[in-house]
């Protein structure tokens, strides 16, 4: 039994470094933009993992080779540290940055306004990572106004028709404009409601942030459950807000 564990493990090395192989071939010419980004299921060094077995450090040597061969550099991050976490007790619990964007110079050139951001909303071990390449130029774009859309999820409010029947009952002018009463009501609503769900999903992210710099404890691991299912929740809202708004469903 241990003879054939030592040769699963020695088959996952071979493989592995197959994978640095082919990394190396796909980056022979230097002067392409090349961004590549995901799990890569290891680490660079020992301080990107916390808890468990220490990793080999031939192994971190390897991967970090492999980057260099292939003119690839980290492009950093925001949000938290270990992208991949395992284990819901203090005694079991493991973290490591498996996930990671490294790019050549000339993708860093090309897009100098990129950012990479550690996501906290996940049902997986892992976090998912988003690469924008227009970063802060997108701030400038989402403050443009935008004109009235009628919004399908305001009728899931339980006093939506509630709501509706008050103004219609109200107002005594035309069609058109009973119409825009109900719109702009239901709009002013929407962005109070959006400012609060954002306000509560900034809440779950900075209480996030703090249980994840603590050592872990049963109790922590439970409240950093709590938290993420929280956050998983406001994902889904946001969601259902993004796509009717996808030109591809």
């Known amino acids: 039994m241990k003879d054939l564990m030592v040769k699963m493990e020695l088959l996952k090395r071979w493989k592995k470094r197959d994978s640095w192989n082919l990394l190396r071939f796909l980056g022979h010419d230097c002067a392409v933009p090349w961004l590549a980004f995901g799990d890569f299921n290891k680490i660079t060094s020992s301080f990107e993992k916390k808890g468990g077995r220490l990793r080999p450090e031939g192994q971190m040597a390897e991967f970090r080779s492999a980057f260099e061969d292939c003119s690839l550099h980290d492009i950093g991050f925001n949000g938290r540290w270990f992208t991949w976490e395992r284990g ?22 090309l897009f100098p306004w990129f950012s990479l951001e550690h996501l906290n909303h996940s049902f997986s071990d892992h976090c998912p990572i988003l690469v924008d390449t227009f970063g802060k130029l997108r701030l400038d774009n989402s403050r443009k106004q935008s004109c009235f859309r009628f919004e399908a999820k305001w009728c899931l409010d339980n006093s939506f028709e509630e709501i509706v029947r008050k103004i219609w009952a109200v107002q005594n002018d035309c069609l058109p404009v009973k119409l ?21 999903r900034l809440q779950l992210k900075k209480r ?32 259902f807000y993004w796509s009717p708004r996808a030109h591809i469903n």
Do not use: M, Y
Not at 88 to 109: K, P
Not at 187 to 199: A, E, I, N, Y
């Open 88 to 109: 819901r007790f203090s005694f079991t619990n493991i973290r490591e940055r498996l996930d990671r964007g490294v790019a050549s110079f000339q993708w860093i050139d």
């Open 180 to 200: 825009t009463t109900v719109g702009l009501h239901f709009q002013h609503l929407s962005h109070l409601k959006f400012h609060d769900q954002k306000r509560n």
């Open 208 to 239: 996030l942030s703090a249980l994840l710099d603590q050592d872990p404890t049963d109790e922590i691991l439970a409240e950093i459950l709590e938290v993420q299912l929280g956050l998983n929740l406001e994902a889904d809202k946001e969601e």
